[in-house]
T-cell receptor, first 114, second 111 residues
């Protein structure tokens, strides 16, 4: 089944404890992206990747890191999480970044930072 | 700066038509997408416009006017399962990979 998977789905952690949220897609998509979703603010883009080893900042990159060492995986790293990073996180992928290319979203990761 | 506006909530009756407006002010425009998001689920793609005009897809249609910075999503013959949040998203010209989303419009369909 073609899909985007994220792990973990739910995570409660404490301030300052490094964590990684994994994202993987099995559709051979070139483009991948991370978003956070907060009430009243909608989806905000954190980082995106146009292809392997190519990453760029979205609108809210502070406090996050990403890497794209292989096509299928795009992990999101929080080196020192803070309570303001409590949010619902979505990973998405599309075949290419340009033109008509819909994004397929993962199921989401609900993160709480205490 | 960038700004994408949508109404917060709309209510309509089963079988009726609802139009969700989206206005945008961005430094560069390179396509507009509509996504549907049911509560507790991931967004799913509905439609895409890059040229002015109407795109029709079954019960859903989307319209774009680039000169006015305006789009709408039209949902016809509303069904209970259409109760969801509808997200307007603009792709920016400074990068094919950069997107900005509106806050979403919650549509409530009543019997």
């Amino acid at each position: 089944e073609a899909q985007v998977t994220q792990n973990p789905r739910y995570l409660i952690t404490v301030t300052g404890k490094k964590l990684t949220v994994t994202c993987s897609q099995n559709m051979n998509h070139e483009y991948m992206s991370w978003y956070r979703q907060d009430p009243g603010l909608g989806l905000r883009q954190i980082y995106y990747s146009m292809n392997v080893e190519v990453t760029d900042k979205g609108d809210v990159p502070e406090g996050y890191k990403v890497s794209r060492k292989e096509k299928r995986n795009f992990p999101l790293i929080l080196e020192s999480p803070s309570p303001n990073q409590t949010s619902l996180y979505f990973c998405a992928s599309s075949l290419l970044a340009g033109d008509y290319n819909e994004q397929f979203f993962g199921p989401g990761t609900r993160l709480t930072v205490l | 700066g960038q700004n994408i506006d949508q109404p917060t909530e709309m209510t309509a009756t089963e079988g009726a038509i609802v139009q969700i407006n989206c206005t945008y002010q961005t430094s560069g425009f390179n396509g507009l997408f509509w996504y549907q998001q049911h509560a507790g689920e991931a967004p799913t793609f509905l439609s895409y416009n890059v040229l002015d005009g109407l795109e029709e897809k079954g019960r859903f249609s989307s319209f774009l006017s680039r000169s006015k910075g305006y789009s709408y999503l039209l949902l016809k013959e509303l069904q209970m399962k259409d109760s969801a949040s509808y997200l307007c998203a603009v792709r920016l010209t400074d990068s094919w990979g950069k997107f900005q989303f509106g806050a979403g419009t919650q549509v409530v369909v009543t019997p």
